[in-house]
């Protein structure tokens, strides 16, 4: 038999989400098996029962911290791995679930649960970077399963995995599509979000909804004009950034301008 | 002697769960499906959102069956503004939903549960010597998510689903490049369903209630009255009136009963026992050629009941994409207006139930979402409780994974199940 190098170890960890992003690696069905042969599958509860002990030479962190043990796991996941790379929106900036932060908490656990002391949770919901140190992250609220393939086999051949950071716009001309804003009026919001889907709600004909959070640069204000001439009303800017990145600063602040001017004329009428 | 078979982290299943069977002698006394996933209360965020906004937030609830929270969340909403999509639109929305379920039901299948009949800790290892198998099933899935992609513009949390309908419809070029591999991975599951109806199935039943949609004259999806094998045959709207959740303090997720009469089993089983008269030909041959017909009360054989649904999704997807001419509109409109509506689909897992109150300028007022692994959970647990003597007398080990297996045979979407579970009470009435 020829002697063959040991292969990494992959691991993939799980906290606040949707399973999405993770599922993202099961959805890759051409390149799976040749994944399997790459890496030995350390860790990874939703497809095996296999959990080989740390450590791990890249763990996959997917979902967000809150609860008080999931705080405490997320820097044993850390101590474990040479390389930590966060996956999606809920990993990146908190996820949807980050709407409780700037709600009270204990009011959302009463809507939703009858008896709500059995519920521990955390009064927000946090990115995996807030905790502990994060090498690489991939965006989307679904990750692209081929930017995780890339980053993948960028770290398995030992390159530094390149992750473009400008904007949705860009892809879409990329893609030659007519401008969903410009020639249709349909609030949209590419300009200021992270490239990685390519494009894919102005190709569908509609407005880029921002679930892969900001782009590196962004100009809200800018986009504001734009968004108010194709007919968005300053509530409906500030819900349009208050979905599954509503945490992500440059977003937050966006919405928090949009809250300001609303109360402001709220006050002059009342 | 107390024994524990206890699973901390319930492995090839969507989510985090765990499992605590104690024992007093050779007798169970107590059994804990917990649910550890944390909360993300969505039907507390909803409240004040658009209702265009409801099909991409509610999607984000579950990665492995957003279609079917978009498709419910649709139609709740169309039936609260008095809206009703047919014709083409409703055909494209049950291809949409076919994608799914081939996708959903290949990944839980092949990866999730085929392993455990096998002996394999998962698809990978079972790989090692029944490669075609998991190629197949891969294909198989691929095929299902090629349709999700298409029509939704990706396979994970589709972009392309609005109330009314679509934001853009498909060309039949899109829909008819589809064909070749669907054809495929057709002949594959009729394969696949002979190879799995070999599998060595515990020797399990139980006298399960069986909760499904029924619908006039199709396999259900979207639409249908709630029926149940003990008699009970309701409107959507009715649900309230015949369902109860009760929180446990074990358990993020809320546990579904029949009102006066206890817990229920929904998903493929049910739907298969339910409605195999509303197969199709292909699929009901190919049940009939193995001999899985109902009633089929081995929670095990669950297995071949998805299998059946994936010949069964996979016939009707080709015959939806031959007989598809694009229509004028890709949405119907509507107008807001204060009311309440319900919509009730089936998942891949089984009936998930959804009912929003709208105010005046269309946002929401309340939202109420019953997710099928929360109605399956108490009858999890009471599979547990009739398994227990058998696991007291097996090895240990052993006993933890057929445990585990028994969970499986679910197929629970544990993300599902705990993010929303709204419950005013905590009652046995």
Known sequence: MPTRKKRPKLAVFKFASCDGCQLSLLDCEDELLLLADAVRIASFAEASSRVLRGPYDISLVEGSITTPHDAERIREVRAQSRVLVTIGACATSGGVQALRNFRDVKEFARVVYARPEYIDTLATSTPIADHVKVDYELRGCPIDKRQLLAVLSALLSGRTPSIASHSVCMQCKLRGNVCVMVAHGTPCLGPVTHAGCGALCPTYHRGCYGCFGPAETTNTGGLEWALVAAGASQEDIARTYATFNTAAPPFRRAQEEQLVQIRLKEGRRG | ?429
């Open chain 2, 1 to 429: 002697m107390a024994r524990t078979i206890k699973v901390d982290y319930l492995a090839r299943v969507e989510g985090e769960g765990a499992l605590t069977i104690r024992f007093k002698g050779d007798k169970p006394s107590a059994v804990e499906l917990r649910i550890f996933e944390p909360p993300r209360f969505f039907e507390a965020f909803l409240r004040g959102r658009a209702y265009q906004e409801v099909p991409d937030i509610v999607a984000r609830i579950c990665g492995i069956c957003p279609v079917a929270y978009q498709m419910s969340a649709c139609h709740a909403i169309e039936d609260a503004l008095g809206i009703r999509t047919d014709g083409t639109l409703r055909a494209l929305r049950r291809l949409l939903y076919c994608g799914e379920w081939i996708e959903s039901h290949g990944l839980h299948v092949f990866m999730l549960h085929a392993p455990d009949f096998l002996g394999y800790e998962d698809a990978i290892a079972m790989a090692k010597d029944h490669r075609e198998w998991v190629v197949r099933g891969l294909g198989i899935k691929k095929a299902g998510n090629a349709i999700v992609a298409a029509l939704g513009g990706r396979e994970i949390h589709p972009i392309n689903v609005k109330v009314g309908g679509f934001y853009r419809v498909p060309t039949r070029a899109e829909l008819s490049a589809l064909l070749p591999a669907l054809e495929t991975a057709l002949g594959d599951a009729e394969m696949c369903l002979a190879w799995a109806a070999r599998f060595d199935f515990p020797a399990f039943e139980r006298d399960y209630e069986y909760v499904a949609l029924r619908h006039a004259d199709e396999y259900p999806f979207c639409e249908g009255r709630i029926v149940s094998n003990k008699g009970l045959d309701i409107d959507l709207h009715a649900y309230e009136e015949h369902f109860a959740e009760l929180q446990v303090p074990h358990s993020t997720a809320l546990h579904s009963v029949v009102r006066g009469r206890g817990d229920y089993q929904c998903g493929p089983l049910a739907r298969f026992n339910l409605n195999f008269d509303r197969l199709g030909e292909r699929a009901r041959d190919a049940a009939e050629r193995v001999e899985f017909v109902p009633p089929c009360h081995n929670t095990y054989k669950s297995l071949l009941a998805r299998m059946v649904e994936i010949i069964q999704a996979l016939d009707e997807a080709i015959r939806i994409i031959h007989g598809y001419a694009p229509p004028d509109a890709p949405a119907i409109a509507a107008a807001p207006r204060r009311a309440t509506g319900y919509g009730c689909t089936e998942a891949p897992r089984g009936m998930l139930w959804h009912k929003y109150t709208l105010d005046e300028a269309g946002l929401v007022e309340d939202a109420r979402i019953v997710p099928p692994t929360s109605q399956n959970q108490k009858c999890i647990e009471q599979d547990l409780w009739q398994l227990a003597p058998t696991l007291a007398a097996m090895p240990h080990a052993a006993a933890t994974r057929r445990a585990e297996q028994a969970v499986r045979n679910f197929d629970p979407c544990i993300s599902c199940s705990t993010h929303f579970l709204r419950l005013a009470i905590e009652r046995e009435d």
